[in-house]
């Protein structure tokens, strides 16, 4: 695997990680409630929250990056790994940025997790 390739993983996994963990952050403080006075106040809010703001362009930045991958990868096997390990990064970063927590099941689900991308990166 080139350098380049291992640079634009990891500068995806960042990008999308640190996006979804910030958009989450500033989602903390929204209404839950359905009605249109309601969801404009939301959506103006969200227009001036700096956490969803940067959030939102840390990830776009990501799906920019996810492209210029996809192009050049075999998507049998990048497609799954990648999300696997977002998944994996957001679960850990969830527990360290955002305070919550995983129980058993879902520590073994990410152990799981861990064994497939291991499967799926070194499978031929």
Excluded at 64 to 91: D, E, F, Q, R
Aim: net charge positive; proline share 1%.
């Amino acid at each position: 695997m080139k350098s380049n390739n291992i640079l634009l993983f990891i500068a995806y996994l960042m990008l999308s990680t640190a996006g979804v963990i910030l958009i989450k952050s500033g989602l903390t403080n929204f209404v839950n409630k359905s009605s249109v006075t309601t969801l404009c106040e939301s959506i103006t809010k969200a227009l001036t929250n700096q956490y969803l703001i940067s959030g939102a362009i840390l990830y776009t930045l990501s799906f920019a990056v996810w492209i210029v991958i996809l192009s050049g990868a075999k998507l049998t096997a990048i497609y799954p790994a990648m999300i696997g390990l977002n998944i994996l990064l957001i679960a850990l970063s969830s527990v360290i940025f955002l305070k919550e927590s995983i129980g058993l099941i879902q520590g073994f689900g990410i152990g799981l997790l861990i064994v497939a991308i291991c499967m799926i990166l070194h499978g031929k």
